[in-house]
């Protein structure tokens, strides 16, 4: 079977991404002999002015980027009904596929992607673009580290984005920012927020926030703070903390003024002061995300003052209209996703795997191709011996017809549809064009949901005899791993068995008063148990017999002696230090009229760290003298 040819100039080759609107070819352009990805708008939406509409728009926006961390096109038209787009093909893969199989990376590791993934962002900002929809899934990197930035499919001048655009799903509202989760405009720090996002899986290998539907998820983006990122990886430093905090800050103005900005604090996050409400500090800049304060000073210095807590009596004012505007948008976002199973990514590919990478060089997942469409049989007539003729003279009999030999029907061509990312139901009636039957074949899949068809062969746009057979492979979701119980055993024994079963192990580290520092307490899920192919489970390992120490500063010494006993600790020395002790002892701002007379100022244990219990702690107080020295 010949392969499908463009305008006579490029060949479709294999399939290696697909989302709701398109699908992604490696081909080949005949002109000039090189491999191209070619972007194909999936047949239902051929006739539909608004998404034709887009597709262009798509077109004209990338082109207008020319960028080495940027995904070149090259070319864009059709051809018989059939819409496309040409681009540069890179051999690779995504970032999602990398930290599926690696993460957490360590900061070293991660530096020169966010690097290259932030250069790629400002050179888009500056020519008046946002993405978008930056995410692990739309960035790939090559087999020598370099870093292209995919899919500005959804790209819009900064006036021009919506949240509720046709495609936009669950994956997306992963890193969606909370300005854009409550339907207003993106700008450039909207990019800045999803690359912390994306920073943020990297480092820990999870993302900061997750839920069951897009509505509770852009919710969390809205309202909830991330979780500290050295809860889940305590080799980050702290300093590299606050970076992505500060990325992921609330209000856009809190976030870093550029995409560089945020690479370049986290090139040199060394350089920042090791303590994290000083490195927050530090790094200055439009405003600083909220810091993990409660940070202690050795006795006699100054603690740095304790954060402000962000107040809600903004949020109180328009809450009615947020939840509003939420449900709205959950709502038109649920019934795309009901039509789009697959994210709208389909240059970079929803599907992590290397197999479906979009514009990637591995390629689609092999598997007997489909039988070859039955040719049409020549018909031929039988052929029956004539009677023997009458020795007697006689009239000559009525000839019997001359058998012939039937003339071979031209077959009724028809183009195969776009069957990747449709449900069977789906595939089953757009086969009907064509009266194509319909090869299936089931296939596990990690990341494709069940029921979703991940390869056809032959390609969509192929011309074929009506009442060909296509073989399609239906993916029926994850196939699911099962591990031991491995509880009250050492770590490093129980990260060989998850290991051994292809398993990802996420560790957590908690105190316990019975289990020995350095076993597993418990899994999630609990094993004996289950998980997919692939999956994660994530691990509590003992820190041992371990308290955390309270945050008490400028709490009252009295009340604060109560707490650190009662979590465990040893209250040691309680010291009174005046203004004038304070200042000459290593504190020279420090702020007599508004610290609280009384109130702790130092301890020589640091707060909220882990100590073993009964750990002795001393502290200071202020005690204000009669001249306010």
Known sequence: MQATVLNGRYRLEEVIGQGGMAVVYRGVDLALGRDVAIKILRGQYGSDPNFLRRFEREAQAAARLSHPNIVSVYDVGHDNGVHYIVMEYVPGQTLKHLILRHAPFTVDEAVPIINQVAAALDYAHSHGLVHRDIKPQNILVDDQGHVKVTDFGIAKGLTDASLTEAGVGLGTVHYVSPEQARGEPATPASDIYALGVVLYEMLTGRLPFDADNPIGLAMQHVQAPPPLPRQFNPNIPPQVEQIILRALAKNPMQRFARATDLARALERWRQLPNDPAAAALALGGRGAAPPAWGTVRPRGTRAAPPPRIPTRGNELGWATWLIGTAILIGIVALVLIAFKLVDLSALSGTNPTPTRTAVASVASPTATPAATPTELATPTAALTPSPSPSPSPSPSPSPSPTPTVAATPTPE???????????????????????????????????????????????????????????????????????PKLDVQPYDQALRQLQSLGLNVNRVEEPSQTVPEGQVIRTDPPGPGQVPSGGTVTVYVSMGDKV????????????????????????????????????????????????????????????????????????????????GQ
């Open 548 to 627: 955390k120490v309270p945050d008490v500063y400028k709490m009252p010494y009295q009340q604060a002696v109560q707490v650190l006993q009662s979590a465990g600790l040893v209250v040691g020395s309680v010291s009174p230090q005046t203004c004038t002790y304070i200042r000459t002892h290593g504190a020279p701002n420090f702020d007599c009229a508004s610290f609280p007379n009384g109130g702790v100022v130092s301890g020589t244990l640091q707060w909220n760290t882990w100590v073993p219990r009964g750990a002795r702690i001393d502290i200071a107080y202020y005690q204000a003298t009669p001249s």
């Open 413 to 483: 061509l028809a183009r195969v549809p776009v069957f990747v990312g449709s449900t069977l139901a789906q595939a089953q009636q757009a086969a009907k064009v064509g009266n194509f039957q319909l090869n299936i074949q089931n296939v596990y899949d990690d990341v494709v949901p069940k029921g979703v068809i991940i390869k056809q062969d032959p390609p969509a746009g192929t011309e074929l005899a009506k009442g060909s057979t296509v073989t399609v492979w239906v993916s029926q979701g994850p196939q699911f791993i099962s591990f």
